[in-house]
């Protein structure tokens, strides 16, 4: 510890002498006086400087970076800097990251809908289809000013686009149902498109089964226990919220009952870096 740092706060303060803070500190007057004298030291120049990178780079990521992360973003752009340096400056500025909160199960299994097949078999890569072939769905959460609010995707597996989208406060088929009705009237696909999800219950139910069967699309379903199968789908919405956790208070459910849905931008159209070489960007397909 700087003891000398204390007996300048102290005297600029004025609450006590510098006389008597050397007594009880056990140091000598000279040795303060030419340490404050001196100026600040180098170390203290270059952590200064660090300092606004740590905190351009944590304004960036919307407050979500802590120090690793931090620091593979610095090394990035050519700081050669450890993490604990990264780390401690963090802690005496007061700089946390967010985690990820526990995750929330959103998918029932449904022990009907064995006899529907997996038609990707683990294809999930975006070249691998044209536009509109293939859509694939998931459920997710998020935070609102109302409590939890559950969320489901259609993406098109080709643009990476999310291309329907529906919230609600419940689990049930019509969340998805919604989902896929806006994605069929933005879209307005071919018959023989590829639906792909997984076995929840949202997705076996009667009523959804028959608003597939209407609109002719294909449903694929992944198989029972595989959950490196969801990886695709959720690969997508991950990247679709550009990499990092979703604000605390992303949306607010009153806005979704009046007939608007305020939503982060960053969830209809994924990140620039999250696309990979060669595909069409969702804005221009």
């Known amino acids: 510890m700087n003891v ?17 803070a050397c007594i009880l500190l056990k140091v000598s007057r000279a040795a303060y006086y030419r340490w404050s004298s001196a100026g600040p030291s180098a170390r203290s120049l270059k952590d200064a400087e660090l300092l606004t990178e740590i905190l351009a780079a944590h304004k960036a990521s919307r407050g ?24 401690r400056l963090m802690r005496q500025r007061g700089i946390v990251g967010r985690a990820r909160r526990r995750t929330k199960r959103t998918t029932t299994p449904d022990p009907a809908a064995r006899g529907t097949a ?38 098109d597996l080709s643009s990476r686009r999310v ?19 806006m994605a069929i009237a933005q ?3 071919v018959p023989g498109l590829v639906f792909h999800s997984d076995r929840g219950c949202q997705y076996t139910a009667r009523d959804f089964r028959e608003l597939l069967a209407r609109h002719r699309i294909t449903q694929s379903l992944s198989r029972p226990g595989q959950c490196s199968r969801q990886r695709g ?7 679709a919220q550009g990499g990092a956790p979703l604000p605390r208070r992303l949306a607010d459910t009153r806005c979704r009952k009046a007939g608007g849905l305020r939503v982060h931008r960053g969830l209809l159209q994924p990140a620039a870096d999250a696309l990979l070489a060669g595909l069409p960007h969702a804005g221009r397909v």
């Open 118 to 155: 997996d038609l990707l078999q683990r294809d999930f890569a975006p070249g691998g289809h044209a536009i509109d072939t293939v859509w694939c769905s998931d459920i997710s959460y998020v935070r609102t000013w109302e409590g939890w609010a559950y969320l489901a995707t259609v993406i």
């Open 233 to 239: 789908r959720r690969e997508l919405l991950r990247d």
């Open 64 to 87: 979500t970076y802590g120090a690793p992360r931090i620091t593979r973003e610095l090394r990035k752009r050519g700081r050669r800097v450890s993490r604990k340096r990264v780390a």
């Open 163 to 181: 291309v329907g989208l529906a919230m609600a406060d419940h689990l049930r088929t019509s969340l998805v149902s919604e989902a896929l009705a």
């Open 187 to 189: 879209r307005r696909p």
């Open 4 to 20: 000398y740092a204390f007996i300048e706060a102290e005297r600029v303060a004025r609450v006590g002498s510098v006389h008597r």
